[in-house]
């Protein structure tokens, strides 16, 4: 069963756009978190954006600003909108759905992979100079 499907990675020149958009299932959706992950060959994925099901973001310090997380509950789908690229954002792009996280502000959902276990295939974002 596949639970959420990635889509809208390509290829831009920097200070382009790019929406990415990810087509969950019910399941995947109904989870207290989803959000977005990025990955380079070499590196550890994380975190760029988080969104609640009650609708609070939280985004990684490099995107603040430049990406937007969204939803569409009718549609079952997570959207990423990405502006101002810059090369460094070059990486596959994750989808995933998952849990809160308690800490010392409550629960939330936060920038960190072991808290979602539902993965995408990923899509790939390159940013040229």
């Known amino acids: 069963q596949v639970q959420v499907v990635e889509s809208g990675g390509g290829s831009v020149q920097a200070g382009g756009s790019l929406r990415l958009s990810c087509a969950a299932s019910?399941?995947?959706?109904?989870?207290?978190?989803m959000g977005w992950f990025r990955q380079v060959p070499g590196k550890q994925r994380e975190g760029v954006a988080v969104m609640d099901a009650d609708g609070t973001t939280t985004y990684a310090d490099t995107v603040k600003g430049r990406f937007t997380i969204s939803r569409d509950n009718a549609k079952n789908t997570l959207y990423l909108q990405m502006n101002a690229l810059k090369p460094e954002d070059t990486a596959m792009f994750y989808c995933?759905?998952?849990?809160?996280?308690?800490?010392?502000?409550?629960?939330?959902?936060?920038?960190?992979?072991?808290?979602?276990?539902?993965w995408g295939q990923g899509t790939q974002v390159t940013v040229s100079s």
């Open positions: 995933a759905a998952g849990g809160r996280f308690l800490n010392g502000a409550g629960w939330s959902c936060v920038l960190e992979t072991s808290t979602f276990d539902i």
């Open positions: 019910g399941y995947a959706y109904s989870r207290s978190c």
